[in-house]
């Protein structure tokens, strides 16, 4: 004989997820608790709250690592379907874009450190290469962040002819360009580099300084303007 195993439903109810947060708020749940309550059930062996930590305990519970995980990844773990993992990449994919949309008054890029700040949560966790430029205006306040190009893990193209058209069209007084690199380092490569240089003499030609170009790493940046480099 063994010991059966209790369904959550069997639980006291202040201990199930959706009635805990009902009862005592969302920052009473762990972080295993709220995910429990996206993915709904488990499996015949474990809760959905013990699958829960299994998840983040494969992640060392870093939700910024969850935050990268595919598809693919998920389903790996037994009792996530692609329905499930879908709803765990939704979540956290609104909760990005709820940091992004939140500040409402107009951010002025004065430090390598804000524009940093800007820009990871949209391009740090991402498993490929993307560049992105921020439009500002003469007070350095940002106009808008342009997507330029997406491309593979080790690299992607910045097209100059697209990144000054969106200068124009929203008549910026400057520029700062960034990109992310997937392997989590923050070292520039001389392609970087170059195109950098190439960029900033487009840039001075047209008016439209390039300001800084910050390059995304694994919690961490690299300013091309704190070193000296344009």
């Known amino acids: 004989m063994y010991e059966q195993r209790l369904n959550i439903k069997a639980w006291a109810e202040e201990d199930r997820p959706r009635e805990k947060l009902t009862l005592k708020g969302r920052n009473a ?17 474990e809760s959905a709250v013990e699958l829960s930590k299994k998840i983040l305990a494969h992640i060392n519970n870093d939700l910024n690592k969850l935050g990268k995980l595919s598809i693919n990844d998920l389903t790996k773990f037994k009792g996530i379907g692609e329905a499930k993992a879908i709803s765990i990449i939704a979540a956290l994919e609104l909760g990005r874009r ?20 800007e820009i990871e949560g949209i391009i740090s966790d ?5 560049f992105w430029v921020i439009y500002l205006n003469r007070k350095n306040e940002i106009l808008k962040k342009e997507n330029i190009s997406k491309g593979g893990i080790t690299g992607t193209i910045a097209d100059t002819k697209i990144i000054f058209k969106h200068a124009i069209e929203q008549l910026a007084s400057g520029i700062i360009l960034c990109h992310n690199h997937p ?31 910050i390059i ?7 300013s091309f303007a704190d070193n000296s480099l344009i």
């Open 29 to 45: 749940l762990s972080d295993a608790e709220l995910i429990a309550i996206l993915i709904g059930s488990g499996n015949r062996e």
């Open 98 to 117: 709820r940091k992004d949309t939140a500040k409402e008054k107009r951010v002025a890029i004065t430090s390598s450190e804000i524009a940093y700040q």
């Open 126 to 130: 991402l498993p490929h290469e993307e």
């Open 183 to 213: 392997s989590g380092s923050v070292n520039p490569s001389q392609a970087d580099i170059d195109l950098t240089k190439k960029l900033k003499e487009i840039g001075t030609l047209m008016s439209t300084p390039v300001l800084d170009h």
């Open 216 to 222: 995304v790493g694994e919690k961490n940046y690299f």
